[in-house]
């Protein structure tokens, strides 16, 4: 895998992917766009989305929306990296077992996102969820 950064004027930068999508990131005050640690918290709500939506999937759930609630906490002082991150998910759909969904984090989680893995190394990373049954129409 290979990426590519370009600074393009104040803290403003665009990031160029191998697949050939670009990515906006501003590490200032300016907020153009997310910064670089934004991005590394929202890739793993994305990446960990990704396994639950294909589990409950498999596990043929009727669901309807899944979101992922993000909340982390940094280190006070440089390197302002991150200690805690929490992944609360939240899926709306009719009759979803809790079950289901509980394993479905779980795995993403011990086994599959490979973005939390990779950041649970050094960062205490915890795990929540609900279902919320979908209103009828």
């Known amino acids: ?18 697949s050939g999508h670009n990515v906006v990131f501003d590490a200032g005050s300016d907020s ?11 890739s793993a ?16 759930q009727s669901f309807s929306d899944v979101q992922v609630k993000l909340t982390a906490e940094r280190a006070e002082s440089a390197p302002r990296v991150f200690t805690k991150i929490n ?3 939240v ?4 009759d979803v077992s809790e079950k289901h969904l509980a394993r479905a ?3 993403s989680a011990e086994k599959y996102c490979s973005v939390a893995l990779m950041l649970d190394k050094t960062v ?10 979908e209103q009828v129409k």
């Open 45 to 60: 709500g994305c990446c960990s989305s990704v396994d639950v939506v294909s589990i409950l999937k498999k596990a043929k």
């Open 91 to 94: 899926v709306t759909g009719n």
């Open 105 to 107: 984090v779980q795995l």
């Open 87 to 89: 992944l609360h998910f």
């Open 1 to 18: 895998m290979q990426a590519n950064v370009k600074w393009v004027e104040g803290d403003t930068f665009i990031g160029l992917s191998n």
């Open 32 to 42: 153009a766009a997310p910064s670089p640690m934004e991005m590394v918290l929202m």
């Open 124 to 133: 205490e990373i915890t795990h929540s969820h609900e279902v919320v049954q």
